[in-house]
């Protein structure tokens, strides 16, 4: 909801559960003024009364404010600590992970890849040469061990050799993603037990390259990808963001410094997106 123009989330336990470090800092302050002065007569002591109470309720609306609007937050999974928040992944320092099709397609079209997609702007963007973009991926040892099919059909075009969901390309700083299955249409689509799958071997394979780079990852699974165990929509925001964390969590991978994981979000997805919420919850598993 909004008041005055000002954006402010619902009042729950979570903003009061929240706000209770900030109310024991402000309560230790005025305990430690109390050990030097303590008001001795009726007047001092209601004057003291209603000054603690107006300094709880300012911070109280300050911290409603901050918790309502901010942009980012430190989740922390396990001993590891991943950033969340609005951000350019195209400007990230560091390992960019984009995701793919199972096909590891280069036709930017809008009827094998979306020109709009991270996978179609990579391509257009960052790749002059698609012939020896294809070359590299067909002749990459690592996939190579990762093909479950060849010779696929596919009435409306594109490769025609399946990798695992889950395996990674690597081609300097970006990380290229297997991520979704393509139906006969070439529409992108996914069961959520195949997002699990997916994410678990990505983060265990992502623990073997990284070298100790930080890492930047877009929600995966936002957009254009189909759940077809979800009458073919796509999944809300919060639960693809708490998904990737849990399997991150699940995975026992160990991302050492100076390694920073970023997740970076869209305005739109962070509108639909409740961080504190997400905080608790992963405190709470």
Request: one cysteine or more; glycine letters at 6%.
């Amino acid at each position: 909801m909004k008041i005055l123009g000002v954006k402010l989330r619902k009042w729950d336990r979570l903003l009061f559960k929240s706000f209770s470090n900030l109310l024991s800092s402000i309560v230790g302050v005025v305990a430690f003024v109390f050990l030097f002065w303590a008001p001795s007569t009726c007047p001092q002591r209601c004057w003291t009364v209603g000054i603690v109470a107006l300094i709880i309720f300012i911070a109280f609306v300050w911290h409603w404010v901050r918790i309502s609007n901010r942009k980012s937050a430190i989740i922390k999974v396990g001993k590891m600590k991943v950033s969340v928040g609005v951000g350019d992944i195209w400007k990230a320092e560091g390992l960019k992970v984009i995701a793919w099709n199972e096909f590891f397609d280069t036709q930017v079209d809008d009827k094998i890849i979306a020109k709009r997609s991270l996978h179609g702007k990579y391509i257009t963007d960052y790749e002059s040469d698609i012939d020896a973009l294809d070359n590299d991926i067909a002749g990459d040892s690592s996939l190579a061990g990762k093909i479950i099919e060849k010779g696929v059909m596919r009435p409306r075009g594109g490769k025609t050799t399946r990798y695992k969901l889950g395996s990674i390309f690597v081609r300097g700083d970006f990380l290229m993603l297997a991520f979704t299955k393509f139906d006969d249409t070439n529409r992108a689509y996914l069961t959520l037990s195949a997002y699990v799958d997916c994410l678990a071997s990505f983060w265990r394979e992502l623990n073997t390259i990284y070298s100790m780079r930080s890492i930047t990852i877009p929600l995966m699974g936002s957009g254009i990808t189909r759940f077809v165990d979800s009458a073919g929509q796509t999944m809300p925001e919060q639960s693809l963001l708490r998904m990737m964390l849990w399997t991150l969590w699940q995975s026992n991978c160990k991302f050492v410094v100076p390694c920073r994981i970023s997740i970076v979000l869209t305005e739109d997805a962070l509108d639909k997106i409740d961080l504190l919420a997400l905080e608790y919850s992963l405190m709470e598993d």
